[in-house]
């Protein structure tokens, strides 16, 4: 008898944490990326080594928004990032994007370069100046081989 309330009761705990386990992702994911706190921008970049859903976009260093779709333009051969920026951000429309690193062992993130225009994206607009992540080891062998000449 005493094994049925014990197994009763591991039963009841896998559930409450199963439960509260969905409760989190869906509120993770499905609110914080609702279209209420969220506009959508796209941006083209040659290649998008380092870049997946989820990576960071920054302004100034500070976290405005995150890369939420990738996908491969099969009309220009590029890859098409969606980006998620919070409402309450302004970003100019002369901006332009590159990714950046966090350092030799970090992550990458999308870096805003802020414009000089007073006319503002809208949602959907397309970042018309981007530049991909610079390949640390393509800069190594650059090196070595320019050496020998």
């Given at each position: 008898?005493?094994?049925n309330k014990l197994e009763v009761i591991i039963g009841?705990?896998?559930l409450a944490v199963a439960l509260g386990f969905i409760v989190f992702v869906y509120q993770t994911t499905s609110?914080?990326?609702s279209n209420s706190k969220?506009?959508?921008l796209i941006a083209d970049f040659r290649s998008a080594d380092g870049i997946h859903v989820g990576t960071d976009i920054r302004l100034a260093g500070v976290k405005v928004g995150t890369v939420s779709d990738l996908s491969l333009?099969?009309?220009t051969y590029r890859a098409e990032a969606k980006l998620a920026i919070e409402n309450q951000i302004d970003i100019p429309d002369d901006s332009a994007l590159t990714v950046s690193s966090e350092g030799l062992l970090g992550?990458?993130?999308i870096e805003i370069i802020p414009?000089?225009?007073y006319d503002y994206m809208q949602p959907g607009d397309e970042f018309?100046?981007?530049q991909g992540s610079v390949s640390l080891v393509s800069l190594l062998l650059k090196f070595v081989s320019g050496s020998d000449n």
């Open positions: 008898m005493k094994e009841a705990v896998v609110l914080s990326l969220h506009y959508n333009n099969v009309e992550g990458n993130f414009g000089a225009s018309l100046d981007t």
